[in-house]
C-alpha cells in the first residue's frame, strides 16, 4: 500500500523535543519529504531525502527513518513550529505523489 | 530567488471550468516540472498531477485524469479543471517538482464552486 498514516494531533511544551512520525509501507522503499503549512500559508519544506534540510530552516530540525516509519523531530521546539505537518513522496512505480494526512503540532 | 506567483482566487459555479496560472521566476522553466496540489478547507493535502517544464509531459491520478489538464507556457504552468462541483472548492497550489521533493510553492489559488 502506498498510503501514509500520521497522528492527526501532537503537543509539545515550549522547548522541549517532539517527534513527529508518518508509516506507511512504501516507506521501506523511499525516503519522505515534510512540510510544513501554517495557517493561511503555502506548505514549505522543511525536510527532504535521508536527513536534508533547506536553506533556511533551523538545524532543530531532524529526519530519521526505520522500517516503515519516518520521523520528523524538533528539538527545542519554538512558539512558530507550531503548524501541520505533512510527510510525502513520490512514489516510482507510476511517479504519483502522495501525501500524509498531516499532524497539528502545538507548542 | 525561486517565486511561484499563481493567479487570484476565483468564484465559479457547478458544472463550470476554472483555469489557475502559476507563474514561475528565478531558475530555468525546462529544468524541473511543475506539481499541483490541491487541500480542501480543513482537509489535507492532494496531489493532483505533474507535468514537465521540459516537453510538456504530464501525468494525473486517476481521480483527476479526463478532468484536469495542466499545461505550459513561458515559464508559466495552468491548471484547468473542469465539471466544477461544490466538493471542488479549495485551495490549489502549484509547487516547483524537482523530483525528489517539492520546493518552493506558489501561495495557493482559492476556488469556489457555488450556485
Known amino acids: 500500500s502506498s498510503e501514509l498514516t500520521q497522528d492527526p494531533a501532537v503537543s509539545v511544551a515550549l522547548g522541549q523535543t517532539v517527534r513527529i512520525t508518518c508509516q506507511g509501507d512504501?516507506?521501506?522503499?523511499?525516503?519522505t519529504n515534510w512540510y510544513q503549512q501554517k495557517p493561511g500559508q503555502a506548505p514549505v519544506l522543511v525536510m527532504y531525502g535521508k536527513n536534508n534540510r533547506p536553506a533556511g530552516i533551523p538545524d532543530r530540525f531532524f529526519g530519521s527513518s526505520s522500517g516503515d516509519t519516518a520521523s520528523l523531530t524538533i528539538t527545542g521546539a519554538q512558539a512558530e513550529d507550531e503548524a501541520d505537518y505533512y510527510c510525502g513522496f513520490r512514489d516510482s512505480s507510476d511517479n504519483h505523489r502522495k501525501f500524509g494526512g498531516g499532524t497539528k503540532l502545538t507548542v | 530567488q525561486v517565486q511561484l506567483v499563481q493567479s487570484a482566487g476565483e468564484v465559479k459555479k457547478p458544472g463550470a471550468s476554472v483555469k489557475v496560472s502559476c507563474k514561475t521566476s528565478g531558475y530555468i522553466f525546462s529544468s524541473y516540472g511543475i506539481s499541483w496540489v490541491r487541500q480542501v478547507p480543513g482537509q489535507g493535502l492532494e496531489w493532483m498531477g505533474w507535468?514537465?517544464?521540459?516537453?510538456?509531459n504530464t501525468n494525473y491520478p486517476q481521480k483527476f485524469r479526463g478532468r484536469v489538464t495542466l499545461t505550459t507556457g513561458t515559464s508559466t504552468s495552468y491548471m484547468e479543471l473542469r465539471g466544477l462541483r461544490s466538493d471542488d472548492t479549495a485551495t490549489y497550489y502549484c509547487?516547483?517538482?524537482?523530483?525528489?521533493?517539492?520546493?518552493?510553492w506558489g501561495q495557493g489559488t482559492q476556488v469556489t464552486v457555488s450556485s
Open positions: 507535468i514537465s517544464g521540459y516537453n510538456g
Open positions: 512504501s516507506l521501506r522503499s523511499y525516503y
Open positions: 509547487a516547483r517538482d524537482m523530483g525528489d521533493r517539492l520546493d518552493p
